[in-house]
């Protein structure tokens, strides 16, 4: 059972609006991460953060923005969807250093 | 830029066939991992491995931590049709370089009844 949620599961937007997908989790874990992947494509980090009021900037570059002001929640905000922002949102938590990572089942974004 | 390589991209077998995967690095990692994801899912974890060399079985699922540390082995015995979906191999390669997985490009299994 999933103890990381992600909301909403799908969302279709128009050009121009501001988004903010939102990503929960209820395990305490510290350590929590946004990537961006295109269907049946590889996974691309964009954003992540080690803690409160931390976060950082992934490999691949985006115009998104995050915050981390509770442990359990690290929302990711568009301020102007564009169509090239139409992808998959994955959100996902760990816990100390070597622990493999838990994924949410993923916001499905579509810009037209 | 990417550092893990995963063959075959993707694959097509029989029900019932085995299936072996892998996944290799120019460099050494200390930590391996194996995810499945479903179509529109997350991914999901496996199979953790820490250490070289270590065999760990989940199920019909067999994953293996190479001696060299530049590569990991996932095999699946008797597949079935719900084994479909992407396999992602992550790797970590010390505190040295970042507390992040890495993770390879995925390999596509497709079942065929």
């Known amino acids: 059972e999933a103890d990381i949620y992600q909301t909403p599961r799908y969302l279709v937007i128009g050009t121009g609006k501001k ?7 209820t395990m305490g ?19 992540y953060s080690y803690g409160v009021n931390s976060t950082e900037k992934g490999d691949l570059s985006s115009e998104s923005t995050v915050s981390r002001i509770r442990t359990e929640h690290f929302p990711l905000t568009l301020e102007s969807a564009r169509p090239s922002h139409t992808s998959q949102y994955l959100c996902a938590s760990s816990e100390g250093t070597n622990n493999g990572y838990t994924f949410g089942s993923g916001t499905r974004l579509t810009v037209v | 830029g990417q550092q893990l390589n995963q063959s075959p991209q993707s694959m097509f077998i029989q029900e019932g066939e085995d299936v072996s995967m892998n996944c290799t690095s120019s460099s050494i990692f ?4 194996w995810y499945k994801q479903d179509p529109g899912e997350g991914p999901v974890l496996l199979i953790a491995l820490y250490k070289a060399g270590e065999l760990t079985s989940n199920g019909r699922l067999t994953a293996q931590f190479g001696i060299t540390r530049k590569d990991s ?41």
């Open chain 1, 19 to 25: 988004i903010t997908l939102e990503c929960s989790q």
């Open chain 2, 30 to 33: 200390n930590t391996w991992l």
């Open chain 1, 29 to 47: 874990h510290d350590k929590m991460y946004w990537y961006q992947q295109d269907p049946g494509m590889e996974l691309h980090l964009i954003h």
């Open chain 2, 73 to 113: 082995f996932l095999n699946i015995s008797a597949s079935i049709p719900s084994d479909v979906g992407i396999y992602f191999c992550a790797g970590r390669r010390g505190n040295n370089y970042g507390q992040n997985f890495v993770f390879g490009p995925g390999t596509r299994l497709s079942v065929l009844p």
